[in-house]
């Protein structure tokens, strides 16, 4: 098994991606509304509202969608870019004239506000204000008329029961090894104590005992990886946690508590290795999840291109995983892969073990910052990114499949 290399010219990505990396780690710390609801599916008797269809469909294709934006019965909204022209667009002094904007976007609340004022008519203004109500999704509209006032009415949403949500995460004492080496497992929890077991990638195990007291183990970057140009802006990650005792095939015995975790870690192996030669192309199968449970998937038309329609195909997964497939309706492809975190160290860990997985491939260019970590194989190969959601809760790994 090898990954496949599609062979083929294109622009060297690498600066570019970098910016696209380090672009997408700014914001809050918390996800926005659009954010935290991405994915969501709603229905109201007959309408329907999408999410993704209302802030995905646009032609930024590579990298995590990161919305902005808001398209609601037929018209955008997007943030005012200037207070001082938003204040002057808002009062309406004109004639025939009006205004859409996204004017609030927190973690619980979203807000749409449309404005007008017509050749002889009224001034208007709608609010769409959108929040959670246990289940539901409500939405409530509030309608403005210069010389009538103000009328309210209040709409509930509930999720679409064809769009399966995936499964919560129960406590079973069950932990998986998150480590692309074999993780040992020892005699006594303290560094240097007998080997009496090895867990592979992968492998599950149930924890008898937490730990008490943390350690600190080192993921080396600097010493592990090579590439023919390296930049490392964060040459070590500090692991912080305690051993934990363990049941595991061969006995019982103590492990790192960094390098495990609660759910089974992302199969890189099977999504993206492909048994083929790079001069080949990849079977059927390669970017696939067949062992997985899907739970929907929805696909967004972007635009016509002479070439063909340019595409992004969603699959969201009962493990919380979101495959995002893009096409530009020319040359470039690529894929990324949506992943939940549950410790802020293991965006670090499942990184290390990308790289471990790439690594006998050989690397052209390497970056590696607490932002994220960018891979090639040569000035013309395909690419791998992994960054963090701004509210660190999920993880994206950005494969570019090449091009010119």
Avoid at 158 to 177: F, N, Y
Avoid at 253 to 258: N, S
Avoid at 371 to 391: A, L
């Amino acid at each position: 098994m090898r990954l496949s290399l599609v062979n083929m010219r294109k622009m060297k990505l690498g600066s570019a991606m970098i910016c696209l990396l380090s672009l997408s780690m700014l914001g809050s710390g918390q996800a926005t509304f659009l954010e935290k609801h991405l994915y969501s599916h709603w229905e109201s008797g007959e309408e329907e509202l999408s999410f993704l269809q209302a802030v995905a469909n646009n032609n930024i294709y590579g990298g995590a969608e990161h919305p902005t934006a808001f398209q609601f019965q037929g018209v955008t909204y997007a943030p005012p870019l200037d207070d001082a022209q938003w204040k002057a667009t808002r009062r309406l002094e004109c004639c025939m004239c009006g205004y859409t904007a996204l004017v609030k976007n927190t973690p619980d609340t979203m807000r749409l506000e449309r404005g007008a004022r017509g050749d002889f008519g009224p001034v208007s203004v709608i609010t769409h204000t959108f929040f959670l109500e246990g289940s539901d999704l409500v939405q409530v509209t509030s309608k403005w008329v210069e010389d009538e006032g103000e009328t309210e009415t209040r709409r509930l949403w509930q999720q679409s029961p064809s769009w399966r949500v995936p499964r919560a995460m129960s406590k079973t004492g069950q932990a998986h090894s998150n480590c692309w080496v074999p993780l040992n497992v020892r005699s006594a929890p303290r560094v240097g104590s007998e080997v009496v077991g090895q867990l592979q990638w992968g492998d599950a195990v149930t924890v008898i005992q937490e730990g008490t007291e943390a350690l600190t183990v080192d993921l080396n970057f600097a010493s592990t990886f090579s590439a023919k140009s390296r930049t490392l802006e964060l040459p070590t990650y500090a692991l912080r946690a305690p051993f934990v005792q363990v049941a595991f095939d061969g006995g019982e015995g103590y492990v790192f508590a960094g390098l495990l975790s609660e759910r089974p870690p992302f199969d890189f192996a099977s999504f993206y290795v492909a048994p083929a030669p790079p001069t080949e192309a990849a079977p059927e199968g390669r970017f696939s999840r067949p062992d997985a449970d899907l739970l929907w998937e929805e696909v967004l038309e972007i635009e016509q291109r002479e070439e063909g329609m340019a595409t992004k195909t969603f699959r969201g997964y009962s493990d919380g995983v979101v495959v995002k497939h893009w096409y530009d309706g020319k040359y470039q492809f690529g894929v990324t892969v949506d992943i939940p975190l549950d410790t802020p160290d293991e965006f670090y860990v499942v990184s290390n073990n990308l790289l471990r997985f790439l690594s006998s491939l050989g690397f052209d260019s390497l970056r590696i910052s607490p932002e994220g970590f960018y891979v090639d194989f040569s000035p013309m190969s395909e690419s791998f990114i992994t960054e963090r959601s701004p509210d660190g809760t999920r993880m994206y790994i950005h494969y570019n499949g090449g091009g010119c």
